[in-house]
């Protein structure tokens, strides 16, 4: 791990802290909430300093602006903690430009204390997003206008205090390097958001080309899928009105129920897809090895499963957080392909289906030793409708699900294949 993100990490931990876990979970995914937590610490800090700096050389005076400092940081961390941002940046910058107000117009001008209005200017149009844009603009014309107030009249709410030479020029380096430092610690978090931004617009953009073209795809051969086995029926149909052998009424009947259960299974695919796409994730406590023999056995009734060994070697105890439905979908679409696909010229198959805790993850492998999938095949086999044999009699959805419902569960799936020895899939599940 290197050092950003080392300090990352601490950074996420110390706003756990402050803000409390269930504001952290709900609104410090926002860069401005997380940013403002950030300045109410920093000017905090900055008023603690300066009532202590003031108290240590007897200038008690004047640390009511100070006071007021403290008390708006800790005022706008409480309301963060309730999940009041808005609120509490609104009051914080309020108070910080009423603080910086008073503290300069009682001091000597050269002490740099007025730079803190172009902080508060920075600041403002990082805490607020562009939704917010309003307040940031409001907070500009303020700032500037009470710099203009501070620097060209001598009016002052606070007893006007005089400085020595010396204290004016500690004040003058301490503020510019505060402003300085703090400033571009704003400007490098704000550049920060443009980017993560930016980003997120193209990954958004990628998606929403990629889900077009899918759509595109999809469309097309599900009409192709739904009206293949529909004409299948009708002709079949009318055979049957112009025969009179019960067994070739059987037989038809028997094709038409064939073309019927297609339908069902591909119904039932799109159904999983639309599920996928469309419902949230729920998680639950789930016993993989439980969950894999019950998967399994609702599979009973396929005619492959007969003459295959399946061997269920995920521990009793491996458990995971995650979303029954989808897992179980998971692993019924793997299964299934293992199943499907066993090598008949062999005299034992076999599906293996094991797993480990490696970490904060779950890593999940099902082998078969069917017919293998050839190597230039393995990046297409996870496309949707996309058959990697001519002996496939599904749609070609099931492993296009299976990867979908991966991706959503925020997982990775490999595969490695050799024709005639078998496949294995890898799947790394998030444990939490």
């Known amino acids: 791990m290197n050092m950003l993100n080392y300090l990352g990490l601490k950074h996420d931990q110390f706003l756990l802290w402050v803000v409390g876990k269930p504001s952290y979970d709900k609104y410090m995914g926002e860069m401005p909430n997380r940013l403002a ?14 009532l202590t ?83 940031a603009y409001f907070f500009t014309v303020l700032s500037f206008g009470l710099y203009i107030l501070s620097s060209l009249y001598d009016f002052s709410i606070l007893p006007i205090y005089t400085y020595t030479e010396s204290v004016v020029r500690f004040h003058f380096v301490f503020n510019t390097v505060t402003f300085t430092v703090v400033s571009s610690l704003i400007l490098i978090v704000y550049i920060r958001m443009i980017n993560s931004r930016n980003r997120m617009i193209i990954e958004q953009k ?7 073209k899918e759509l595109d795809q999809f469309l097309y051969s ?44 591909f119904i039932r695919d799109v159904i999983d897809i639309i599920k996928n796409t469309r419902v949230p994730v729920k998680k639950e406590a789930l016993f993989l090895k439980e969950l894999v023999e019950k998967t399994y056995n609702e599979m009973n009734f396929q005619e492959e499963t007969g003459n295959i060994e399946f061997i269920n070697n995920i521990p009793e105890t491996l458990k995971i957080d995650c979303d029954r439905i989808r897992v179980a ?21 076999q599906v ?19 017919i293998g999938i050839n190597k230039n095949q393995l990046e297409k086999i996870f496309g949707m409708f996309y058959r990697a044999t001519e002996a496939s009699k599904g749609a070609g959805l099931g492993l296009y699900i299976a990867s979908e419902t991966v991706r959503k569960l925020n997982g990775t799936i490999d595969v490695e294949s050799t024709p005639r020895i078998g496949t294995t899939f890898k799947i790394t599940l998030p444990k939490n």
């Open 329 to 349: 979908t998971l692993f019924n679409n793997l299964i299934s392909n293992s199943l499907k696909y066993s090598d008949p010229s062999k005299d034992h198959s």
């Open 206 to 212: 990628n998606e929403l080309e990629r889900s077009n």
């Open 222 to 265: 599900t009409s192709h899928d739904l009206r293949a086995p529909l004409a299948s029926i009708l002709g079949l149909l009318n055979v049957v009105e112009i025969t009179d052998n019960t067994k070739e009424v059987e037989h038809y009947h028997g094709l038409m129920k064939t073309r019927i259960q297609k339908m069902e299974h």
């Open 352 to 370: 293996v289906v094991s797993g480990n805790e490696n970490g904060k993850f779950v890593k999940l492998n099902i082998s078969d030793n069917g």
């Open 53 to 135: 700096s003031h108290i240590i050389q007897d200038h008690t005076k004047i640390i009511l602006p100070h006071i007021l400092l403290i008390l708006g940081s800790i005022l706008g961390i409480v309301l963060g903690r309730f999940g009041k941002f808005d609120t509490g940046k609104i009051i914080l910058i309020l108070i910080f430009n009423l603080v910086i107000y008073l503290a300069n117009s009682s001091h000597n001008h050269n002490t740099g204390g007025n730079l803190y209005f172009f902080t508060m200017i920075i600041g403002s149009y990082v805490v607020f997003d562009y939704r917010k844009m309003k307040y």
């Open 37 to 50: 937590i950030t300045l109410n610490i920093l000017v905090g800090l900055i008023g603690l300093i300066y």
